[in-house]
């Protein structure tokens, strides 16, 4: 396993990350455990969870996957092998997380202090912004239009509350996620004028599907230096080609919950189609190959696999194995020229 530096950090993090959010949902707290000890024993170090994990988010559930986690580090020991990441919920209609998340001092407080007696640990490694307080493009907006709000958190509020927190020794280094570019810009510009920590990476989604994080972020990465945590790297699983021709697998996550739908349009099912049959012609495993084109890009710090088998994780894991070669790469960029972005 290749392990990647943060950078202005001293966190170094394999460059599979194991993502947790279908434990206590899709996967019983049992499974998740056998996941988490095959995973470091191949060499993964970074867990990834949630406060608002597992998904589909509910009342019932909220939290689950934290204490699951909590209960396997209670069981194993060995708090200090792993870099442990979770995130506070950005603004939303979840009234069942304090009456509805907000980005506030208050709020981030006595989340992290919730997240941290569900982990039963007394810090974390990387603390997150799960998405932005404003109303901004996230989770696949399209077509940005500026308004004035009232009532929303700014960046200063929360980049100040997380600042106390590192203060505190109850967070080493701070994320943010689901970000724009220009949101980034403001947490390194309050963090150089006020003496703040400086975020040390930035969990967004980025796959063969979804390359726009290239347009703007990607040169933060190696500017800055803040690397990207690349989350649905498979696309909800589109990717590995099992949805394909109306497929819906039992207990597949877009077979469970019709809200995850944004992989699921006409383009994007002929995007994935062109992906599938070209890993297929050079002998390649379709999730392997979209996983492997994640790996192979110099800005991805680590890559956030899920699986809700053990087959699919052993077969994500092993990943970081493959080279993709000229040809492979090549085919690619072909398609992606075709299809540009089908689901953003």
């Known amino acids: 396993m290749e392990y990647r530096q943060l950078a202005h950090s001293d966190l170094e993090v394999s460059h599979i990350c ?10 019983t707290e049992a499974e998740a455990f056998e996941q988490l000890d095959y995973a470091l024993d191949r060499g993964i170090n970074f ?14 559930t909220q939290g689950a996957t934290e204490s699951i986690i909590g209960n396997w580090l209670a069981r194993r020991g060995g708090r200090e092998d792993i870099v442990l990441a979770s995130k506070v919920t950005g603004r939303s209609q979840m009234h069942w997380i304090r009456g509805g998340p907000r980005l506030t001092r208050q709020q981030i407080v006595e989340a992290c202090e919730d997240s941290l007696q569900r982990l039963q640990t007394d810090y974390l490694d990387l603390y997150q ?9 996230f989770f696949g907006k399209l077509g940005y239009q500026h308004r004035e709000e009232e009532d929303v958190a700014e960046i200063s509020e929360t980049l100040g509350t997380l600042a106390e927190l590192v203060e505190a020794g109850k967070v080493r280094y701070i994320g943010i996620s689901n ?21 040390v990476s930035i969990q967004n989604p980025y796959n063969l ?14 500017r800055e230096g803040v690397g990207l945590l690349a989350y649905s790297p498979l696309a909800f699983g589109v990717l590995s080609g099992k949805y394909l021709d109306g497929q819906r697998p039992e207990g597949a996550r877009i077979t469970l919950f019709e809200r995850f739908s944004r992989y699921n349009g006409e383009i994007a099912e002929a995007a994935t189609r062109a992906y599938v049959e070209l890993a297929q012609a050079h002998r390649l495993d379709p999730a392997q190959m979209a996983l492997a084109f994640v790996n192979s890009r110099g800005f991805v710090a680590s890559n956030i696999i899920g699986a809700t088998t053990m087959e699919q994780l052993k077969r994500n894991i092993d990943s970081h194995k493959l080279s993709l070669d000229a040809k ?3 085919g690619i960029e ?3 020229q075709r299809y540009p972005n089908p689901c953003p």
Not at 18 to 27: D, F, K
Not at 47 to 60: G, L, Q
Not at 183 to 189: D, F, I, M, N, S
């Open 179 to 199: 970000e724009t570019p220009w949101g980034l810009a403001e947490y390194l510009r309050l963090a150089e004028i006020h003496g703040w920590p400086r975020v």
């Open 209 to 222: 599907l979804n390359r726009s994080y290239e347009i703007g972020l990607s040169e933060f990465s190696y």
């Open 328 to 330: 492979v790469l090549k």
């Open 129 to 137: 912004v799960h998405w932005p307080d404003r109303a901004t493009n």
């Open 18 to 27: 194991l993502g947790t959010m279908t434990w206590g949902e899709q996967n």
């Open 47 to 60: 867990i990834d969870t949630a406060e608002m994990y597992p998904v589909a988010p509910r009342d019932e």
């Open 334 to 336: 072909a398609i992606h």
